[in-house]
């Protein structure tokens, strides 16, 4: 049986309102290594634009919390399996949708695939035919993929964090990394290196909180939180605070 090592990072809000599913602690997953949007920084602390959003979501709901941190496919098998309430920065789409709910979205990403600026050898999706790349499970690049029947021609891995996906294309252990090109440049450009895009999804991914499937009241009250940090500009302000730009970033 598979084990979770569980990372406890942020202190609460005062108690108030119960949640919709009564209990006095909601636990909210993030990925590690995923900057600027969920890391955890040198103090331990769960840190990024949706960390602060998730802060402001439930500070203004008045209900404790905790974030948890896991690589990025342990947080979407723990919130499928209900061992954990919700999940914070995640990318909507089809695949996801049967096994837990989301709420509305609050930002957009732009999912991509890229590679070394100086590598003469990959110019195109195909030159990674039988190559090691790494990603997330249920990416729009796999699903672009599948369309144009390549999908099994490529060796696609997990890693643990984004960071550590940049970190193995810097050193040649992997062809091509997929992630939100933000991310990408971000990580990239911390340890000094140039990338290129390879593809990119041609339309924004809508990003939002994942709910678990047993908790539709908590989806609610998510969702009109995030009204009320839309009509009182905070959620604006956070954006400006990680310079996150909508439509597309």
Not at 127 to 153: F, P, V
């Given at each position: 049986m598979r084990t979770y090592q569980w990372l406890l990072l942020v202190g609460v809000t005062a108690f108030g309102l119960p949640t919709a599913n009564s209990k006095e602690v909601l636990t909210v997953g993030l990925a590690k290594g995923y900057e600027p949007y969920q890391f955890v920084d040198n103090k331990g602390v769960a840190s990024g634009f949706d960390i602060d959003v998730a802060k402001a979501v439930f500070d203004k709901l008045k209900v404790n919390y905790q974030f948890s941190a896991y690589s990025w496919d342990d947080v979407m098998s723990l919130l499928r399996h209900n061992a954990i309430d919700a999940a914070v920065g995640a990318e909507i789409s089809a695949a996801r949708m049967p096994y837990f709910l989301f709420t509305?979205?609050?930002?957009?990403?732009?999912?991509?695939?890229?590679?070394?600026?100086?590598?003469?050898?990959?110019?195109?999706?195909?030159?990674?035919?039988?190559?090691?790349?790494?990603?997330?499970?249920?990416?729009?690049?796999?699903?672009?993929?599948?369309?144009?029947?390549?999908?099994?021609?490529?060796?696609?891995?997990?890693?643990?964090?984004?960071e550590d996906a940049i970190t193995a294309l810097a050193k040649g252990n992997v062809k091509a990394v997929i992630m939100p090109k933000r991310v990408a440049l971000y990580l990239a450009d911390k340890i000094g290196i140039k990338l290129k895009v390879l593809w990119q999804s041609p339309q924004p991914t809508q990003v939002a909180f994942g709910v678990s499937n047993n908790n539709p009241e908590l989806v609610n009250q998510i969702n009109n939180a995030l009204d009320a940090l839309r009509a009182d500009g905070t959620l604006q302000r956070i954006k400006g605070k990680w310079s996150i730009n909508d439509p597309v970033d």
């Open positions: 509305e979205s609050y930002y957009t990403r732009q999912p991509a695939l890229l590679t070394l600026a100086d590598n003469t050898q990959i110019q195109r999706v195909k030159d990674l035919i039988g190559q090691h790349i790494t990603g997330d499970r249920h990416s729009s690049l796999e699903a672009y993929l599948s369309q144009l029947g390549l999908k099994t021609q490529f060796r696609i891995e997990q890693m643990e964090s984004k």
